[in-house]
């Protein structure tokens, strides 16, 4: 296997996030292939990775890479830093989820984790991250052409729905309308 070297460019981007993100007191999230960086401000590096560990598994997508959830994260870290009570919340709620098994949640296997995720699902926690991912993952533009989303079926995205359709099933899903698996054709 061939190692490779970065070039010039690739080494100056990378260390301008890391001298950016230090000098704002926030912390860096570096991706294990470095094709990407989260830095945040307002939350500390096990938060903001849990936070997108929570949003993958909320919302998976295989064909998405994490860089798509980095954006919930970076946003809910925009508003945590001027609201003392969102950074509480989402701190109190990372140390439950790694409270509930005696390890951090994020190293939990998949099934594991979906478990202690259904103990806080009626939690003001879980619906935060819930509205968090749903109003910065699939209204991103880029996430949406890659999808090619048209159709919502309770929690399953389905192809070609025609598009004026679209922006009422999504405001179903964000306001909860669409449960237990109905089908909007079947509403009036």
Known sequence: MKATTPNRRDFLCTTGFVVVGLA????????????????TAAIDAHTAQTLLVIARQLFPHDRLGDQY???????????????????????????RLDG???IPWIELSNGARNAVLKTVEASEFFSTMRMATINNLYTNPLVYRFLRLRRIVGRTWRLH????????????????ALTNGQDIRTQG
Do not use: C, F
């Not at 729905?161 to 909860?176: I, K, N």
């Open 100 to 102: 509930a098994r005696g």
């Open 161 to 176: 729905q025609p598009r004026v359709r679209r922006h009422r099933l999504v405001a179903q899903l964000v306001t909860g």
């Open 69 to 95: 959830y980095v954006a919930v994260v970076e946003a809910i870290d925009k508003q945590a830093t001027a609201d003392a009570a969102l950074r509480k919340l989402l701190a109190d709620g990372v140390a």
């Open 24 to 39: 704002s007191g926030g912390s860096i999230i570096l991706a294990p292939d470095h094709t990407w960086a989260m830095s």
